[in-house]
């Protein structure tokens, strides 16, 4: 304790916060209840958790309750890519190779008509890799962006053969897709 002309100073507690009381104006320390405020914040990070795992749980249950997308049997509503859609693909996939220019594609049908901005196309081209263990058939998945139900531009996703090839073709599966369909 501090004693001053026209005040009196008390520090009593380090947690506490200072205020001025009575008419002498002395600055007085008041413990704050912090006991109640660790109540207050446990219970509002318990509560917000459970909103959490009730949020996941939602979702992953509205996620398998969405039907998977079925392959296409036959060529019913499949279309062959146009030689422009082909390049714009075949440039997409050219810099995952080694030697762009002796690759082989193979095709996979394309959805005659489709109704978003973009769809997922899968495929294979023999070509080599700059990895030598992925030389030969690699499949390879693409995002092509559609314009007029055409095909205006695509961006890899992956391109990967050899062992690995099995992990683009599940990945195609997501999709409904199967990239040992193309011919």
């Avoid at 008390?10 to 320390?29: A, P």
């Avoid at 095909?151 to 062992?163: E, F, H, N, P, T």
Wanted: with cysteine; net charge positive.
């Amino acid at each position: 304790m501090v004693k001053g002309r026209a005040f009196l100073v008390m520090k009593d507690n380090v947690k506490g916060m200072w205020s001025i009381t009575g008419t002498e104006h002395r600055l007085k320390e008041t413990a704050m209840p912090t006991r109640r405020f660790e109540q207050i914040a446990l219970a509002q990070i318990l509560v917000g958790g459970c909103v959490v795992v009730f949020g996941a749980c939602v979702l992953i249950e509205h996620a398998q309750a969405q039907p998977a997308p079925s392959p296409s049997t036959g060529s019913i509503g499949q279309r062959d890519l146009t030689p422009e859609e082909k390049k714009v693909i075949m440039d997409a996939v050219a810099p995952a190779l080694r030697n762009p220019g002796s690759a082989k594609y193979r095709w996979a049908n394309f959805p005659a008509v489709v109704a978003e901005d973009s769809v997922n196309y899968c495929a294979t081209v023999d070509a080599q890799s700059p990895y030598a263990a992925y030389n030969g058939r690699q499949a390879y998945i693409v995002k092509a962006q559609m314009s007029g139900n055409r095909v205006s531009s695509a961006v890899i996703g992956l391109v990967a053969g050899g062992k690995d090839f099995a992990i683009v073709t599940n990945m195609c599966a997501k999709y409904g897709l199967d990239p040992r369909n193309a011919n």
